[in-house]
């Protein structure tokens, strides 16, 4: 068996540094197939073809990259800081030196446009820069002692060993943006990719191998997820768990860490409200909105589920709104258009259910409202409005892309409205008046508030959700933290 798979080659998306594409997991600096030497299948969502075969590890191989990892730790945590920074700057370096390449493995194994996979890069590369500098300023407070003859100290050091569970619908930029903290903060690292998109995770252990990370500090583990992670959540040397996907298996990781008492970072779901005032910039509301809604394909966790627009302004939003998503363009992410597939048939199938839903309870279908003929997996762009409060899209992440909008009359309605979900991830509110933002930022119930705009995120900024929408935050100076403990040293001077 090979070790750099060969079939990409042949496709019309050459790469031109083939190594990039492994198959194999990368654990305690090899690249292997584990004990068994199982492999299995990943295909395109666009059109269904074989990309090429990752292998299948056991929960035997799993610990085995634990052990690996545990032995790397005392030597990488006793490193200068400014030895591991020099690391990550390098594997940022690496990244970007190769953007075009990653870009290209994401798309054909995640479907987005490659101006989007080209975005993520960029964004994913942003985070090793961020921590590679952030290593350097490990944040050690400094208090006067409150004891005679006594001097105090705090400290914070690296927890050991962190196992960090990425999702599919950012498969570069979701490990970067846990692993740059991780290894910055001087814990030595476990990563499970979702089976959907294990290549682009794979490319970046490449790159880590190269840019001189010692053997045991960056391990890639590919395989089914339940047999993979569960070792680890159970293994009592692994002392910190990040994980991004769905709140229902952030829950049963939450329980499955409570044994063993881990470190927990939890990026789950969202259902984004959009919010727009009569007073809003209009042409300015629908444009972010179209972003708000599609980017991804609507497969993002930020992206806006409920349109609440105030009734001033309503019928002029949904038309422009609707004449705008009906211009997108639908097709693969090669071809750059501006929606791409979905990633399996299940999310093709919320999509019909959302909608059907809907306009079973009442709902206008303003366009879109079907499976899109580009192929199986792509969906029309959808908006749908006059969603009654009782729609499943009202309460359910659709993860696809279909718009629900609904008219309200005061703002004291349209907070309560936002604010009535188990999710908390981010809000987007559009209006002019600063009061109202300053009240409306204060009483949303959400970790991230966008005011007039939808980028908001970025290495330096606190990324992360209150509520069922997640625990701690990623990114920034906070996002070092699960990975480190605080310790106290009291010194007696007499
Ligand atoms: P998911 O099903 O929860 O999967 C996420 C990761 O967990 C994948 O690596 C998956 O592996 C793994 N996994 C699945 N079952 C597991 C188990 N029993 N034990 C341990 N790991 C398990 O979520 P998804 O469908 O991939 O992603 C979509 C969700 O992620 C959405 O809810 C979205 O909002 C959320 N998300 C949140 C953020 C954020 O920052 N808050 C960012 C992106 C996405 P396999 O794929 O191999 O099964």
Not at 240 to 260: N, P, W
Not at 455 to 481: C, H
């Amino acid at each position: 068996m090979s070790l750099v798979q060969t079939k990409f080659k042949t496709t019309q998306f050459e790469l031109s540094d083939p190594a990039l594409f492994r198959g194999f997991s990368y654990i305690g600096g090899r690249w292997t197939a584990g004990a068994a030497a199982q492999m299995f299948a990943v295909s395109n969502p666009a059109d269904g073809s074989h990309l090429g075969d990752v292998a299948s590890l056991s929960a035997k191989d799993s610990i085995g990259a634990v052990d690996a990892a545990q032995n790397a730790f005392a030597a990488w945590s006793s490193l200068l800081p400014q030895q591991r920074s020099v690391i990550l700057r390098r594997w940022f370096e690496l990244m970007l030196e190769h953007k075009e390449d990653l870009a290209r493995i994401m798309t054909l194994e995640q479907g987005k446009p490659i101006s989007e996979a080209r975005g993520e890069i960029d964004y994913g590369a942003s985070f090793v820069e961020f921590f590679a500098e952030e290593a350097k300023r490990p944040n050690i407070e400094s208090v006067t002692s409150h004891l005679p003859d006594a001097e105090v100290e705090i400290w914070r050091e690296p927890v050991g060993v962190a196992a960090l569970i990425t999702p599919w619908n950012f498969p570069s930029a979701m490990l970067t943006r846990k692993a740059a903290a991780a290894l910055a903060a001087g814990c030595t690292v476990v990563a499970h990719p979702s089976a959907e998109t294990p290549f682009s995770a794979l490319a970046l252990a490449e790159l880590a191998e190269r840019a001189g990370f010692p053997a045991g500090v960056f391990n890639v583990v590919t395989g089914s997820a339940p047999v993979v992670v569960e070792p680890w959540m159970t293994d009592k040397r692994v002392r910190a768990v990040s994980f991004t996907g769905s709140t229902e298996i952030g829950k049963l990781l939450y329980r499955q860490s409570a044994d063993t008492v881990k470190r927990l970072v939890l990026e789950l779901g969202g259902h984004a409200p959009f919010i727009v005032f009569a007073d809003a910039d209009l042409d300015k509301a629908v444009a972010e909105a179209i972003k708000a809604k599609f980017a991804t394909s609507g497969q993002d966790c930020l992206g806006a589920n409920r349109f609440f627009i105030e009734r001033p302004a309503y019928d002029a939003f949904c038309s422009r709104f609707a004449d705008a998503t009906a211009k997108l363009t639908v097709g693969i992410g090669m071809d750059n258009r501006d929606i791409g597939p979905l990633m399996n048939d299940k999310a093709v199938a919320k999509q019909r259910e959302h909608v059907a839903d809907a306009l079973a309870k009442g709902a206008r279908l303003l366009t879109g409202g079907d499976q899109h003929k580009a192929g199986p997996l792509f969906f029309q762009p959808t908006v749908l409005a006059d969603v009654p409060a009782g729609a499943l899209i009202m309460h359910e992440e659709t993860f696809g892309p279909v718009a629900a909008i609904a008219p309200f009359d005061t703002e004291e309605e349209v907070l309560q409205k936002a604010n009535d979900t188990e999710y908390g991830l981010v809000a987007y509110l559009h209006t002019q008046d600063p009061r109202r933002i300053y009240r409306a930022s204060r009483a949303l119930q959400f970790g991230m508030v966008a005011i007039n705009r939808t980028k908001v995120t970025g290495a330096p900024i606190p990324f992360g959700g209150m509520k069922q929408s997640g625990l701690e935050r990623e990114g920034s100076r906070l996002g070092m933290e699960a990975f480190t403990e605080v310790k106290y040293v009291c010194r007696d001077w007499a």
